[in-house]
């Protein structure tokens, strides 16, 4: 696969990924649909999120008033199996093939960054 086979697939696979994740999540875009890092927000839970791809193929999910010092709550890429299909791979290395498997590793990573920010701000009070 040369390069420009590797993007086009890339960015097909990414452009899948916002798809099955806006029948779930109703995400809005918020930047240029020609243009890449494509930026979307979203509403889970009554709080706002932002979701970031990458033409590389990359996933961020943060907070939508997300600052600087804080990392992201989810992240994702496109990585090669052992069969040099592109998969999406969490940091440690856990393929995510399954839309299903993304929706429920998302709530529950959301529900963790939403727990953890409630217990600092009961503290800092």
Partial sequence: ???????????????????????????????????????????YLEKNYKAMFSVFGSFTL???????????IYYLSLCNNVYQ????????????DDPKQIFDELRKYIQIFETSISKIDSREK
């Fill in 1 to 43: 696969m040369n390069g420009l086979d590797s993007l086009e697939k890339r960015i097909e696979q990414t452009e899948t990924l916002i798809s099955i994740l806006s029948k779930e999540f109703f995400l809005k875009l918020k930047s240029d649909l020609e243009e890449w890092p494509r930026t979307y927000e979203f509403t």
């Fill in 62 to 72: 943060s907070e939508l008033k997300q600052t600087v010092d804080f990392s992201p």
């Fill in 85 to 96: 299909q592109l998969v999406w791979t969490k940091p440690d290395g856990e393929i995510m």
